[in-house]
């Protein structure tokens, strides 16, 4: 059977499309990348810098009072080991996700292991005010640190592998994060801008959600948001890709603890 | 001049067809404005009839400042200010902010006292749609003056489910 | 049974007397509407910061009524006359024995 010349262009077209496609979903350039603050409003951006309007500075107290608290079956504290003011996390939450005794490990992951390990306590649940509270202490003190993932020997695979879910359609809307966030970042979707999606202010205390949340808890949302099956919480794929996006994000200043709409 | 009262005393057929599709044109404009722009809800009315009794507030002295689009409506900036000397003998005693839209129309009072300095404030509201909200100041001579602020909210807050 | 939370004031610390200075308040508090609703079809009941009030030297110099329209971790930005050295005293009272107390010192020059 004999294509139509018609066809043929279409053909070529279709094909143009597709290596545009591959082309697009390379990274967006290190000059070019944009925190979702610069889309906020002044009101909102005004929150988020001045510590007497942010929401999120009760959790960072929050999180002092937990990080000397003495907890667990070894009666210790965070501060026993860490120091009380908590300023020897400077440049911990900038390095996190990060590979770990061979395990690949997020900050909320972290916490939970350490507490496991050195206090004998018991994990804390995500998006629990606990472990809010002192993810976004340990990460409020890499403030304006830039982030500082690399691509290792190491983390390589995992990090290709969160690439792979960036790149990746899913659910019944049938999208992929990239569609979005690389190839279509500053258009608009309904009435609002649509960020690159770095995670450069987590946790954040997200007005929509009225209280302080994870990344993981507002991955899920977009996952939700395209109907597909959520990552669970603490797994591994969530942490890979974590670390592809905090890798993606690479260089850009820590904002923690964030305001976003 | 002349020429159009020349105009109108040519034709009188034209005179009445003009008249009459005036009229027409202001029949249609009233039925295409819409209702909620000319009337508030009950609760709305009540709400503002509580606070200023059988006065009449009076339009002005009142600055009511809320972003006209906003992206939450669960923490929008409000802020609020009231022309006053602020003396013991004249000064606002309260200021009352009422919503068009929210599921209750009281959002806060605020009283002010002749220590108070200035009659303003700022605090953040929850908005559950587009809408108008009113200040309603209360002075110490009795009387009453109102300011409102129109926005936009593209996310309400207020209802949901968890 | 009395709960309370975290709140903070930020007032100057140093005024000229009588100069119009301005406090900031704020309190932790989830600010529970009573219009929302679970999955289930339960609502929420109500659980709000009702009063706001604030007092220097102990003499109340400014008060808010809050309703289910203010926003969580409720924020009020107002002003008073620098009259006097001494305390300026914040109270947050609401549903289910809520109340939180704090307070700033401030010194007149």
């Known amino acids: ?261 | 001049m002349m020429n159009l009262f020349k105009l109108h005393a040519s034709s009188p057929n034209l005179t009445r067809r003009l008249y009459l599709s005036t009229l027409g044109i202001l029949g249609l404009s009233t039925s295409f404005a819409p209702l909620s722009a000319l009337a508030k809800k009950p609760e709305v009315i009540e709400a503002i009839a509580k606070i200023v009794g059988s006065n009449i507030p009076r339009d002005g002295r009142v600055k009511l400042v809320i972003p006209p689009l906003v992206e939450s409506g669960n923490l929008v900036v409000l802020k609020v200010a009231i022309q006053s000397p602020m003396t013991t003998i004249d000064y606002v005693k309260a200021i009352h902010i009422i919503s068009e839209a929210n599921p209750s129309p009281n959002i806060f009072t605020a009283y002010f006292t002749p220590r108070s300095g200035r009659a303003e404030l700022t605090t953040r509201v929850r908005l559950a749609d587009s809408q108008r909200v009113w200040a309603i100041a209360q002075m110490s001579d009795g009387s009453y003056w109102q300011g409102y602020a129109d926005t936009l909210v593209t996310l309400s807050a207020c209802t949901e489910m968890i | 049974m009395s709960k309370t939370s975290r709140t903070g004031i930020i007032a100057p610390a140093n005024a000229k007397k009588d100069s119009i200075i301005e406090i900031r308040a704020i309190a932790q508090h989830d600010m529970e509407t009573g219009f929302r609703y679970t999955e289930d079809g339960k609502r929420i009941p109500r659980d709000i910061i009702r009063l706001f009030t604030c007092r220097y030297n102990n003499e109340e110099v400014f008060r808010a009524d809050f309703y289910s329209g203010i926003g969580a971790n409720p924020l009020i930005i107002f002003n008073t006359i620098a009259v006097a050295s001494g305390t300026i005293e914040c109270r947050w009272t609401g549903d289910d024995g809520y109340e939180a107390v704090n307070q700033v010192n401030i010194t007149i020059s």
């Not at chain 1, 007497?52 to 009072?65: E, K, Q, R, T």
């Not at chain 1, 770095?198 to 990344?215: F, K, V």
């Not at chain 1, 959520?230 to 964030?258: K, N």
């Open chain 1, 1 to 261: 059977m004999k294509t139509s010349p018609l066809c043929k262009q279409w053909l070529y077209v279709l094909f143009a499309i597709m290596i545009a496609q591959s082309v697009f979903a390379a990274e967006i350039a290190k000059v070019n990348r944009q925190s979702s603050y610069q889309l906020m409003t002044a009101e909102n951006q005004a929150m988020q810098d001045d510590p007497n309007l942010n929401p999120a500075l009760f959790w960072v107290m929050d999180g002092h009072s937990l990080w000397k608290e003495k907890t667990g079956n070894k009666n210790v504290s965070c501060a026993s080991c860490h120091g009380d003011s908590g300023k020897k996390m400077s440049g911990v939450a900038t390095q996190f996700p990060k590979i770990l005794r061979g395990k690949l490990r997020t900050l909320e992951g972290q916490i939970n292991q350490c507490r496991a390990s050195q206090q004998d306590a018991s994990a804390l649940a995500y998006e629990s005010k606990e472990l809010l509270a002192l993810t976004t202490f340990v990460a409020s003190q890499s403030k304006g640190m830039p982030i500082a993932i690399q691509e290792t020997p190491l983390n390589t695979k995992d990090l290709q592998q969160g690439k792979q879910f960036f790149n990746e359609r899913m659910g019944q809307l049938n999208l992929s994060c990239a569609q979005c966030h690389q190839d279509r970042a500053g258009l608009k979707l309904g009435g609002s801008l649509i960020p690159q999606g770095h995670p450069t202010a987590y946790p954040i205390y997200r007005i929509e959600w009225q209280t302080m949340g994870s990344l993981q808890r507002r991955l899920r949302n977009c996952m939700s948001g395209v109907r597909a099956k959520q990552f669970e919480y603490g797994s591994t794929e969530m942490a890979q890709l974590e670390l592809y996006l905090m890798w993606r994000a690479r260089g850009m200043p820590l904002e923690t603890p964030g305001v976003r709409p």
